[in-house]
Nanobody, 119 residues
Framework: QVQLLESGGGLVQAGGSLRLSCAVS????????VYWFRQLPGKEREFAAR????????VYADSVKGRFTIARDGAQNTVYLQMNSLKPEDTAVYYC????????????WGQGTQVTVSS
């Protein structure tokens, strides 16, 4: 059974940067396609980024493309989300999720980490 633990959230000013971490335990991180989702206040959870298990291919939501980077570190068994040029509208709870399928609905979720961007 895989477990996901997010960290790295916090309060940052607009234009700043944060790096979120998703530590994977129980299995090797490259066994899974790993996603970052986020839930903005009063909104449904939405996709932000993913990194595929098969070839490390990355995909981003239009809202974060060019500002966020997802990356995988096999030695640390961790997936990161580097967030640059943050905007107040990036304020959300960020969730790490994983799927054993290359492209599929995630079956495993972390507990979430709060990111707040002040204007």
């Amino acid at each position: 059974q895989v477990q996901l633990l997010e960290s790295g959230g916090g309060l940052v000013q607009a234009g700043g940067s944060l790096r979120l971490s998703c530590a994977v335990s129980g299995r090797t991180v490259s066994d899974y396609t790993v996603y970052w989702f986020r839930q903005l206040p009063g909104k449904e959870r939405e996709f932000a980024a993913r990194i595929s298990k098969r070839d490390g291919n990355t995909v981003y939501a239009d809202s974060v493309k060019g500002r966020f980077t997802i990356a995988r570190d096999g030695a640390q068994n961790t997936v990161y989300l580097q967030m640059n040029s943050l905007k107040p509208e990036d304020t959300a709870v960020y969730y790490c999720a994983a799927s054993i399928q290359n492209i599929g609905r995630p079956a495993y979720w972390g507990q979430g980490t709060q990111v707040t961007v002040s204007s």
